[in-house]
């Protein structure tokens, strides 16, 4: 049985205050058994995010690692610090830093290991661009992030990862992919899992969608049988939206 996890991810809002005023109003409500609950913050917030989910089952992810334990990469983190703080999840190669920052395959992949070496799960964005649908490559491109993402890394680890299927036109458009059309590309994601792991790891790896997922369309895409919970930007940053996002997701 895969446990669904939600993980929300911030991107580049809030205040230290603002995020810490969040956790009070969600601790104890966006805890339901059976459901993961990872708030994934920008890195400032963290140190005061581990003390505030203190007795509490949520868990804290970053939104970024450096692929180095330490060194001369101004402005970077590390895995090193990231583990130091209790910080258990990290999103790698998101669309946003794909297409911002300059992530390819080759870094997201150099990540992924960094992550692991910390202790670190990554939660791994996979997905194509609005272009990439319209030719029917959707498949083609998440075969071919998926496959460089778990380059060189082992069946124990594969099945610990997380998989956020990320449809870029889906992302914050307030236009979701359809729950069936996830479903599928998810089942097909899987797959690609499996040919490279074998089966007892792509059925314990858990895969996420991602894209404009909010609490009137959560339920839907979790009564998919792929489905392991949701990747969610904007419907993540309010307490009320947050916790019904965890409830909808038992
Ligand atoms: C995301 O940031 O990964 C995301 C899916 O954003 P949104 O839910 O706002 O589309």
């Known amino acids: 049985?895969?446990?669904?996890?939600?993980?929300?991810?911030?991107?580049?809002?809030?205040?230290?205050?603002?995020?810490?005023?969040?956790?009070?109003?969600?601790?104890?409500k966006a805890e339901v058994d059976g459901v993961e609950s990872v708030i994934?913050?920008?890195?400032?917030?963290?140190?005061?995010?581990?003390?505030a989910v203190k007795g509490s089952s949520l868990k804290l992810g970053a939104q970024n690692l450096h692929w180095a334990d330490s060194g001369a990469y101004t402005g970077e983190i590390s895995g090193v610090m990231l583990q130091d703080l209790g910080v258990r999840y990290v999103i790698i190669g998101h669309?946003?830093?794909?297409?911002?920052?300059?992530?390819?395959?080759?870094?997201?992949?150099?990540?992924m290991h960094a992550a692991f070496k910390h202790g670190l799960t990554p939660i791994v964005c996979v997905g194509e661009k609005l272009e990439q649908r319209e030719a029917g490559q959707t498949k083609e491109v998440c075969r071919i992030q998926t496959g460089a993402a778990f380059k060189g890394l082992d069946g124990a680890q594969a099945a610990m990862a997380v998989i956020a299927y990320e449809p870029i036109w889906a992302i914050g458009t307030g236009?979701?992919?359809?729950?069936?059309?996830?479903?599928?590309?998810?089942?097909?994601?899987?797959?690609?899992?499996?040919?490279?792991?074998?089966?007892?790891?792509?059925?314990?790896?858990?895969?996420?969608?991602?894209?404009?997922?909010?609490?009137?369309?959560?339920?839907?895409?979790?009564?998919?049988?792929?489905?392991?919970?949701?990747?969610?930007?904007?419907?993540?940053?309010?307490?009320?939206?947050?916790?019904?996002?965890?409830?909808?997701?038992?």
Not at 40 to 51: G, K, M, R
Not at 222 to 234: F, H, N, S, Y
């Open 1 to 28: 049985m895969r446990v669904p996890i939600i993980a929300g991810n911030w991107k580049m809002f809030k205040t230290v205050g603002e995020a810490a005023g969040f956790v009070r109003e969600v601790k104890g």
């Open 95 to 111: 669309s946003e830093r794909r297409a911002y920052f300059a992530e390819t395959d080759e870094t997201v992949n150099a990540k």
């Open 175 to 250: 236009k979701s992919s359809t729950a069936t059309d996830a479903n599928e590309v998810i089942g097909y994601i899987r797959q690609v899992v499996e040919a490279m792991f074998g089966s007892a790891v792509s059925a314990k790896i858990r895969i996420q969608y991602g894209g404009s997922v909010k609490p009137e369309n959560i339920r839907e895409f979790m009564r998919q049988p792929e489905i392991d919970g949701a990747l969610v930007g904007g419907a993540s940053l309010e307490p009320g939206s947050y916790i019904q996002l965890v409830e909808g997701a038992r």
């Open 40 to 51: 994934c913050a920008p890195f400032i917030h963290l140190p005061v995010l581990a003390e």
